[in-house]
């Protein structure tokens, strides 16, 4: 029995197990999922939660069948469409930010953790005064005068230290799919 | 070629992490249309941007604490609470409840009133409404149920078995085949003016189906392909499962195996037109058949009896369904067709100039009709719209240079 169709069972069942299981495997995805709609993490992260919430006391799962990934997906996009009635809680991105993951974009947990590991794995690569900089600002939340002032700097060196490693790490994370590219034709 | 300024950078940064202001906003937003050679440059510094914040996010949560917090918020058996949790970002809702009741006590405190005031001969205009989530099943029996909006309504066949769950916005329906082929009769789904709703197939297969549309399907797809049929407008995402997968409309028939597509085939529209977004589609128009790939639209005139296949931005196309209304450089007249559809109102053009005023913008579905009007009125300085309930009538501004 595949995992989708156990934890399914587990539900059924009124097994709590079921949801948690259910909650390792799309909890972190989906908060990333919302943080497409709604700006502040702690907010997509209420909004997850509260479908996780709904969909137990609901007991949703009863004629949903195998396609838990795309109901929870959706749930949470419904649900991000009617936060977004606040004006504070809306992200000003770009207004292609607003569509959906064509499902093979919904992924699950061990997928998602995947897909970032390249990227963690690069920027780890970086000269340690680099990666200092550039993990404050992005990892941290930190101002660009936050960092400048503990580290003794001017803010114009934070800024530039911060461009540099943005090509440095778009430059190796596109080589790399080319190089990838470039090898799977060579072996066709 | 120079490279991109440090500051640029940052700014794009701070873009894409929802935190900048409208005044740098602007200044990113001219620099990238002066430097239209580093386009291809940004695309990918945004790309990987929003890969890097995406790490950093996922590694800021922590799953024990959320875990611990739906636990305590959930009871042991499914379905035991019966009231939904107050959370944090409807905290606003939660305020009311101590408000209300301050403000019984205060009207006690307050001396009785001598004379109630006149009721105003002149009300305010009530805002045209937007179209909300609303639809009507009909199966194959003739049954019809209307699709509310609470959560869990079960939806069943003449033998009583449930077929479907209808929550909030989505119908989905079961994949599981228990009973054996016993009628081909297909299901429809009607959503009216200023509804919308989305359906997701037993074969997964999901479907945003905009206003004013008729989508007929059935319970299970028991042949070698799977057909419905559409009039109006639906958003496709095709689920891949070996079999083709067939769109009627009036004049066309779209056939594809696993992808998404839009497909907007109005009778009061002039020509149906199909845009492929992801994946391969061939769309049947007469005796011809027309292939498409990702990007192109396909416009067939039944009239003129003319196919045109041209590329587009497919978002200008599918963006409805996620609750935008996008139009670049489109007639006023083609963007009350849409509109009219939405906010169920009539408009009314005073001439023909009026109705060739082309507009280009981004607007959310639940903005009141009057604040969109406003919007598009203050864009211009040649057209002029007045509400009365249920129509608009679109002038020409007097005294334009």
Not at chain 1, 152 to 170: F, Y
Not at chain 2, 353 to 367: D, I, L
Request: charged share 25%; hydrophobic share 35%; with cysteine.
């Amino acid at each position: 029995m595949n995992e989708a169709a156990y934890i399914l069972n587990l539900l059924k069942q009124g097994e709590k197990k079921g949801l948690q299981l259910l909650f390792k495997k799309y909890y972190r995805p989906l908060v990333l999922y919302a943080l497409k709609f709604v700006r502040r993490q702690d907010i997509a992260e209420d909004i997850v939660q509260e479908v996780f919430i709904k969909f137990w006391e609901k007991k949703s799962f009863i004629a949903v069948d195998q396609h838990l990934r795309s109901y929870l997906y959706q749930a949470v996009h419904n649900h991000c469409l009617n936060s977004l009635e606040k004006n504070e809680n809306r992200r000003i991105t770009s207004i292609s930010d607003y569509g959906e993951w064509a499902e093979e974009e919904r992924l699950d947990d061990s997928e998602w953790n995947q897909k970032l590991e390249e990227i963690y794995r690069e920027i780890r690569k970086l000269p340690p005064r680099t990666q200092e900089i550039f993990l404050a600002v992005l990892f941290k939340n930190k101002k660009y005068k936050e960092v400048a002032e503990e580290l003794h700097i001017s803010v114009n060196t934070v800024k530039t230290t911060i461009a540099r490693a943005m090509i440095t790490l778009k430059n190796n994370l596109n080589k790399k799919t080319y190089l990838f590219l470039l090898f799977i034709t060579k072996n066709l | 070629m120079e490279k991109i300024p440090s500051h640029i950078i940052c700014l794009l940064l701070s873009s894409l992490k929802g935190q900048l202001n409208n005044a740098d906003q602007k200044q990113l937003q001219n620099w990238l249309e002066a430097h239209p050679e580093h386009h291809k440059e940004i695309k990918q510094l945004e790309n990987t941007l929003q890969k890097v914040i995406q790490v950093a996010h996922f590694k800021q949560i922590q799953p024990e604490k959320a875990w611990k917090n739906i636990d305590t918020h959930t009871s042991k058996r499914p379905g035991w609470k019966k009231k939904p949790i107050l959370t944090r970002y409807s905290i606003a809702a939660g305020l009311l409840i101590p408000l209300l009741i301050g403000g019984i006590l205060l009207s006690r405190l307050l001396p009785k009133e001598k004379n109630t005031p006149a009721l105003s001969l002149v009300t305010k205009p009530e805002p045209v409404k937007p179209g909300s989530t609303k639809a009507v099943l009909e199966l194959s029996s003739g049954e019809k149920i209307v699709l509310e909006e609470s959560a869990n309504q079960k939806i069943r066949n003449t033998k009583g078995e449930i077929i479907g769950v209808n929550t909030t916005n989505t119908i989905a329906f079961n994949s599981s085949a228990n009973s054996c082929k016993i009628t081909e009769k297909p299901n429809h789904i009607y959503v009216p003016i200023g509804g919308e709703y989305n359906v997701i197939l037993s074969d997964g297969t999901q479907i945003w189906v905009n206003s004013d549309s008729r989508l007929s399907f059935p319970d299970h797809f028991y042949g070698a392909e799977r057909v419905v049929e559409l009039s109006g407008e639906a958003y496709f995402q095709v689920k891949h499962d070996g079999k083709p997968f067939i769109v009627k409309t009036k004049h066309s028939a779209i056939r594809v195996l696993g992808t998404a597509f839009n497909v907007c085939c109005y009778k009061d529209e002039a020509s149906e037109q199909i845009t492929l977004v992801k994946g391969a589609v061939k769309v049947k128009v007469g005796k011809k058949n027309y292939p498409l790939r990702p990007g192109e639209q396909l416009r067939s005139n039944p009239d003129s009896n003319t196919v045109e296949i041209r590329k587009v931005n497919t978002e200008l196309y599918t963006s409805w369904k996620d609750n935008l209304f996008r139009f670049q450089d489109m007639p006023i007249e083609d963007i009350a067709l849409k509109l009219k559809r939405w906010y169920d109102v009539n408009f009314i053009f005073q001439n023909e100039e009026s109705k060739k005023y082309r507009f280009t913008g981004a607007v959310e579905k639940n903005t009141s009709l009057n604040e969109l009007l406003r919007l598009i009125e203050s864009t211009s300085t040649n057209i002029k719209f007045e509400i009365k309930e249920k129509e608009i009538t679109v002038t020409k501004k007097q005294g334009v240079r």
